[in-house]
């Protein structure tokens, strides 16, 4: 069974630019979240989708971030305009349904922002 | 609010020593879930298991085990005959059992088997 995708793997961009990272959940999943890993935070929650519907966007930065997810298999990450201090890693997991289930954890994209 | 306190940073070992990493947590709910993560070098974050707070059970899988005290917020894990590709860091990670779907996860510990 194919786990939750993400890409790119690996992103390098110049500040200013705008960066989309893209996630597809577990099939048959109904919950995604996107957190981002940095050596002084740790693992934080930026925002999380129930059926597709954003439910808690709390963790979100500032307003250069935004999160989309247009139908059950697919969801996007964007920053616009980045900062080299938004440089990370975002990963991407997908739970199955109530909030008892395990969330399940894609590869991750390591971000630089120069 | 919640908090996962990890408070080994580092832990080195030689292999196939055993090796227990701790995790406290705090919490206000009566019902929770804890988890273990492991992310190795490679960089993904794989899940290793979930335990919800009406069952303080130890529980084993292999060479792994786990131990659940309520009574002092802890869920330790570990690592018996330890294994170079047990080099990795471990995070343990904490969820309400109902309404807050979120994750609040430890600081990590960086595990490392020297063969």
């Known amino acids: 069974d194919a786990g939750v995708i993400q890409s790119p793997r690996h992103e390098v961009t110049e500040m200013g630019q705008e960066v989309t990272l893209r996630c597809k959940p577990i099939?048959?999943?109904?919950?995604l979240f996107w957190y981002r890993q940095t050596m002084m935070r740790g693992l934080e929650l930026l925002i999380y989708?129930?059926?597709?519907?954003?439910?808690?966007d709390s963790g979100m930065p500032e307003d250069r971030f935004s999160a989309k997810m247009p139908n059950a298999s697919f969801s996007t990450l964007k920053i616009q305009p980045s900062e080299p201090r938004d440089s990370a890693v975002y990963f991407c997991?997908?739970?199955?349904?109530?909030?008892?289930?395990?969330?399940?954890f894609g590869p991750g994209t390591r971000l630089t922002v120069l | 609010a919640q908090k996962v306190t990890q408070a080994q940073t580092e832990i080195s070992v030689v292999e196939k020593e055993d090796v227990t990493l701790d995790c406290v947590y705090e919490t206000r709910d009566t019902t929770y879930y804890l988890f273990w993560y492991k992310q190795p070098p490679s960089g993904e974050l794989v899940f290793l298991i979930r335990?919800?707070?009406?069952?303080?059970q130890n529980e084993i899988s292999g060479r792994y085990s786990w131990n659940f005290q309520k009574s002092t917020s802890s869920f330790n894990f570990t690592i018996t005959a330890s294994q170079v590709v047990d080099s990795a860091v471990y995070f343990c990670a904490l969820s309400a059992y109902f309404g807050n779907e979120k994750l609040t996860f430890g600081t990590g510990t960086r595990l490392t088997i020297i063969p």
């Open positions: 997991a997908s739970r199955q349904g109530a909030d008892t289930d395990t969330q399940y």
């Open positions: 099939s048959g999943h109904n919950s």
């Open positions: 989708f129930n059926n597709n519907v954003p439910i808690d």
């Open positions: 335990r919800n707070s009406f069952d303080e």
